[in-house]
């Protein structure tokens, strides 16, 4: 059943959002039909190539122009110059799942295998025993033995890039194959270390020094496992567009954006167990960090009473620079940077900046709880003053833009008190901010700070709303089979197509939202959560899943679960001492735990029915339920 996009434009509720929950949780199943496809270029690239090519929707490669979306500006190769009819792919699809390595179905039989390697690219036209075999740079027809060994090659290369990664056993091999993808096609966007917004018109010098391109990668890499890569691009970011006044070379920084890097470089080092890269970077964290306080000290200076007072000034969004106020957003994630930066340095430094935080968190809570507005659902502004809440989250600039990155930044900061931030997240998906639980911008889809927003669900423990939004961007902003992921997307049309370029840290939703449902820990009550947002049917019998070497504040833990007819297994390995596991296991049947026994854990079940906290006594832990 496909759904009347004209309607879906107008709605003030999530239509799309209903259907796919009318037959129970959300699943990627639930999804694909409610809405054509989605229909774009995919990259074919390789890390060390400046001039990346794509595979448009025609099977022709070649390069973006300034804007993506109007089509390739030069075409190296065209399977219509060679004897294949031309038109639509039919379906393309990854090596191996995830690699970036496209095969596409042209029609009439014919397959076309396109890949790059670090100095050159291969494309290969096959049907049945027929292939001829190009090399495009220069272009020229080559044997298929020197295709099939380059094809080997780069097969070995994107093995080697993600050995490094945390295993993950799951039953839906499409959030396996979506995250390594979105992970492998984030570093081949890039040239080396240096950072690339997207392609197209995101593959602009202007656009490199975006940070949250960095944020994105590093803190994807670091809940991956994939810690020298991690450490690779936030070293390269600090020397390179860090200002020895801590202020960023970008021309449009968030001041949400610097509590950001704190708090990335924070979580890297606590992942890590590296204690020598902190200390080679704290002067130019400390920069970072005296910026936020500048800031602050300069608030400060308002009269007392002021509804702004202590909150911290600046531009929210590159896009909107010019609209500086005291968003709530900034103020919320320059509390959380500033935080996790205090415990990286710890000792009477740290606990100083803890207590300046203390007042910082204060002056937020006071001034959010100050600024809301009654109703149903009450209405949180994005910054203290404006008293009259939005008709529509799509009614124009200030409303789309808090709906698709203020809103979302405040909420995954962690800084509300659980009811002003249910409040966002009500008011937001009740009055036309939510497709699918994706994000509406304007009258289309915007999308790359979805992991924000999925955050905040994640700790208000929306289960259900976090599952429809990862699937509901999975399904609606990325392109089947290939999982490409791009900042704009249209609603409408029959296939939808792109409407701005691809960006990095759309592809890096899917992987940070598998990560943080399989295990996530909170720095701040010290909580390791495991399986906290898996599917209930998941745990059908005969069903198993789990995650291996995955890497956390406490070291390295994996587990796997297994279903059967009348108990659940699990067996959780852990690094050392940790004070207690939340363990979740979500019966399809929606059935409380009855009793639950444990060896080398103390365990007991949370009034959820749902949740086992485990106090282990050794490092091995098995638990039946």
């Not at 979740?584 to 080398?600: T, W």
Request: hydrophobic share 40%; with cysteine; proline share 7%.
């Amino acid at each position: 059943m496909v759904l009347d996009p004209a309607v879906l434009i107008e709605a003030l509720n999530d239509p799309v959002a209903d259907a796919m929950l009318a037959a129970g949780e959300p699943s990627y199943e639930s999804a694909r039909g409610l809405l054509p496809d989605l229909v774009g270029y995919v990259p074919v690239a390789h890390g060390a190539e400046p001039r990346k090519l794509v595979v448009d929707d025609r099977g022709r490669i070649g390069r973006l122009g300034d804007y993506g979306p109007k089509g390739l500006a030069e075409v190296v190769f065209d399977p219509s110059e060679h004897g294949v009819p031309g038109g639509q792919v039919a379906s393309a699809s990854l090596e191996d799942g995830w690699m970036p390595i496209v095969r596409a179905e042209l029609g009439d039989g014919w397959q076309l295998t396109a890949f790059a390697t670090e100095r050159d690219a291969f494309v290969r036209l096959a049907r049945g025993s027929d292939a001829r075999c190009w090399g495009l740079d220069p272009a020229r027809e080559v044997q298929q033995s020197l295709f099939e060994g380059e094809l080997g090659s780069a097969r070995a290369h994107w093995r080697r890039q993600l050995a490094p990664a945390i295993r993950v056993d799951l039953p839906e091999p499409i959030l396996r194959d979506a995250s390594l993808a979105g992970i492998a096609r984030a570093f081949s966007t890039c040239v080396g270390y240096h950072p690339k917004y997207g392609l197209g018109s995101y593959a602009q010098e202007v656009h490199d020094g975006f940070p949250p391109t960095v944020l994105s990668l590093v803190n994807a890499c670091v809940e991956w496992g994939l810690l020298e890569r991690a450490e690779g691009y936030l070293s390269y970011w600090l020397d390179r567009f860090v200002r020895a006044d801590g202020t960023f070379d970008y021309y449009g920084p968030a001041v949400s954006e610097y509590g950001q890097l704190l708090a990335a470089a924070g979580r890297f080092a606590a992942y890590s167990g590296d204690r020598a890269w902190p200390k080679d970077r704290l002067p130019q964290l400390h920069a970072v960090a005296d910026y936020l306080l500048c800031l602050r000290r300069q608030s400060q200076e308002q009269p007392e009473g002021s509804p702004t007072r202590g909150l911290l000034h600046g531009a929210a969004e590159a896009d909107t620079r010019d609209q500086t106020a005291y968003y709530f957003s900034g103020t919320a994630w320059a509390w959380r940077g500033l935080r996790d930066f205090a415990r990286l340095l710890g000792g009477e430094d740290g606990e100083r900046l803890l207590d300046e935080c203390e007042g910082l968190h204060r002056d937020l809570s006071a001034a959010a709880r100050a600024a809301l507005v009654p109703g149903d659902p009450p209405f949180l502004p994005p910054y203290p003053g404006i008293g009259q809440p939005f008709a529509c989250m799509t009614a124009g600039t200030l409303e789309s833009y808090t709906n698709y990155r203020y809103w979302p930044e405040l909420l995954s900061a962690g800084a509300l008190e659980p009811d002003l931030a249910e409040a966002v997240s009500e008011f937001r998906r009740r009055r036309g901010g939510e497709l699918a639980g994706t994000t509406r911008f304007d009258g289309h889809l915007d999308d790359w700070p979805l992991a924000h927003h999925a955050l905040g669900l994640l700790a208000a423990d929306h289960v259900d709303r976090y599952l429809l939004t990862l699937y509901g961007h999975l399904t609606f902003q990325q392109t089947p089979g290939t999982y490409c992921a791009y900042e704009q997307v249209s609603i409408d049309g029959d296939p939808r197509r792109v409407i701005a370029d691809y960006c990095v840290p759309a592809q890096l939703t899917v992987p940070l939202m598998v990560r943080r449902m399989l295990a996530h820990d909170d720095a701040d009550s010290g909580q390791l959560w495991l399986a906290r947002a898996v599917p209930r049917r998941w745990l059908t019998p005969g069903s198993h899943f789990g995650i291996e070497g995955a890497r956390t504040r406490y070291g390295s833990v994996s587990y796997h679960v297994e279903a059967g007819e009348r108990s659940v297994t699990a067996e959780v390995k852990l690094p050392g001492p940790v004070s207690a596991i939340a363990l979740r296991l979500r019966r399809p049947s929606g059935a409380p735990i009855r009793e639950v026994r444990a060896e080398g854990a103390d365990a007991r079940v949370l009034g959820d029915g749902e949740t086992v906290i485990l106090v282990p006594k050794a490092e091995r832990v098995r638990v039946i339920a």
